[in-house]
């Protein structure tokens, strides 16, 4: 009986160690076929990891850019009211900052007196103007008729010249008296007098009408220097009005007030920095993404990018590549590289990438400029 159970147990510690060893085989079998079939998904999974990889560019760095416009006064002045609060969204020429007027409503008031003065001394230089003119009309009248007289004058003396040649003639026939013959010789003098005097009223008529074109010259050069004096004064009248105008300040776009710095009652400087505007439209902001230069080889304008920003980070972005910066950011820094002293060290280089927002991307204008962005380029 003994022998016949040792040899029942034998059978059945054999089918036992069969049945281990057949299941010891299937699992290896199970886990090869496991393991390669992880393998193989492992293998696909790195194959569309590295073509997304590829084709989907990523950076960290990079943030949000845009437009910011400094608000300061053309004009010095105090500040006689603020309009705008920290943070308060503005429309375009909406009155952010006032300035007292006071001084320079004066200034306009003066430059104004001062054009109305030079245009009443240009009206006196018109009018001398007209009135040497007249003169000098008058003048030429006398020089016309000091000429006729003199030319009478002189057709008077070659008679009386004829009448004396002819008298001494028949004085020494003894044909005519010695007192005729004294008289013709007296007209022929007097006659000779009347030319002389007539040739200085003609000389003295010309000096005349040369010294009244000299006046009637400086009235037109004393009209030209007046009108240029007030085309000054009137230059000085818009400049007067211009600074005028300065006092108040306006905004230059639509935007957010930020960096406020001025209240009411301050005394500010020309160019002096009040506040920033700060525009935050789509077409007003973009996205600077500081790339490496070797990802760079398939990036083009045109190509489409999303982005996500640490602010919202379930939320997707999307707007698409514009430009390239032509040169590297070390290169455009403060202080650049200067690889010719013989410490050269290579360092991969990062070359900004400029994107523009897609038009309906944010609608409710919650970007700020100088968030964190996380962008990726799909260039295939």
């Known amino acids: 009986m003994k022998d016949s159970n040792s040899g029942e147990e034998e059978v059945e510690q054999t089918e036992e160690k069969e049945i281990k060893k057949n299941n010891n085989n299937h699992k290896k079998r199970n886990g090869l076929v496991v393991l390669a079939v992880v393998l193989l998904i492992g293998a696909v999974a790195l194959f569309f990891y590295l073509k997304y990889k590829s084709a989907?560019?990523?950076?960290?760095?990079?943030?949000?850019?845009?437009?910011?416009?400094?608000?300061?006064?053309k004009v010095p002045g105090t500040v006689k009211q603020v309009y705008v609060?920290?943070?308060?969204?503005?429309?375009?020429?909406?009155?952010?900052?006032?300035?007292?007027?006071?001084?320079?409503?004066?200034?306009?008031?003066?430059?104004?007196?001062?054009?109305?003065?030079?245009?009443?001394?240009?009206?006196?230089?018109?009018?001398?103007?007209?009135?040497?003119?007249?003169?000098?009309?008058?003048?030429?009248?006398k020089v016309?008729?000091?000429?006729?007289?003199?030319?009478?004058?002189?057709?008077?003396?070659?008679?009386?010249?004829?009448?004396?040649?002819?008298?001494?003639?028949?004085?020494k026939k003894e044909t005519i008296s010695k007192e005729r013959y004294e008289k013709t010789t007296t007209a022929y003098k007097i006659a000779l007098a009347q030319v002389r005097a007539a040739e200085e009223g003609l000389k003295n008529a010309v000096l005349g009408v040369e010294t009244q074109k000299a006046v009637i010259n400086q009235a037109?050069?004393?009209?030209?220097?007046?009108?240029?004096?007030?085309?000054?004064?009137?230059?000085?009248?818009?400049?007067?009005?211009?600074?005028?105008?300065?006092?108040?300040?306006?905004?230059?776009?639509?935007?957010?007030?930020?960096?406020k710095s001025v209240e009411?009652?301050?005394?500010?400087?020309?160019?002096?920095?009040?506040?920033?505007?700060?525009?935050?439209?789509?077409?007003?902001?973009?996205?600077?993404?500081?790339?490496?230069?070797?990802?760079?080889?398939?990036?083009?304008p045109g190509q489409k990018v999303e982005f996500?920003?640490?602010?919202?980070?379930?939320?997707?972005?999307?707007?698409?590549?514009?430009?390239?910066?032509?040169?590297?950011?070390?290169m455009f820094s403060l202080f650049p590289p200067e690889n010719a002293t013989g410490n050269y060290v290579k360092v991969v280089q990062r070359i900004p990438v400029k994107i523009l927002l897609d038009k309906d991307t944010d609608k409710e204008h919650i970007l700020r400029i100088g968030m964190s962005v996380v962008p990726t380029i799909i260039v295939e």
């Open 56 to 73: 989907h560019i990523t950076t960290d760095d990079a943030f949000v850019d845009g437009n910011i416009h400094t608000i300061a006064s």
């Open 85 to 141: 609060k920290s943070n308060q969204f503005v429309k375009k020429g909406e009155v952010l900052v006032e300035l007292d007027l006071a001084d320079y409503e004066v200034r306009v008031r003066e430059a104004s007196a001062a054009v109305n003065s030079e245009k009443g001394k240009i009206g006196e230089i018109a009018a001398k103007s007209e009135s040497s003119k007249r003169q000098m009309a008058e003048l030429q009248a």
């Open 144 to 171: 016309d008729t000091m000429q006729a007289t003199l030319d009478l004058q002189k057709a008077n003396l070659e008679q009386a010249e004829a009448d004396v040649k002819r008298a001494e003639v028949l004085y």
């Open 220 to 259: 037109d050069s004393a009209r030209v220097t007046q009108t240029s004096e007030i085309k000054r004064r009137a230059a000085q009248l818009s400049d007067a009005e211009l600074k005028y105008g300065y006092t108040k300040i306006f905004a230059p776009v639509d935007g957010y007030i930020t960096k």
């Open 264 to 300: 009411v009652g301050n005394q500010i400087q020309s160019g002096q920095p009040l506040m920033a505007v700060v525009p935050l439209d789509v077409g007003d902001i973009h996205i600077t993404a500081n790339y490496k230069e070797t990802q760079l080889e398939k990036v083009r």
């Open 308 to 330: 996500k920003v640490d602010t919202y980070p379930g939320k997707k972005f999307t707007g698409k590549v514009e430009s390239i910066m032509s040169g590297t950011g070390a």
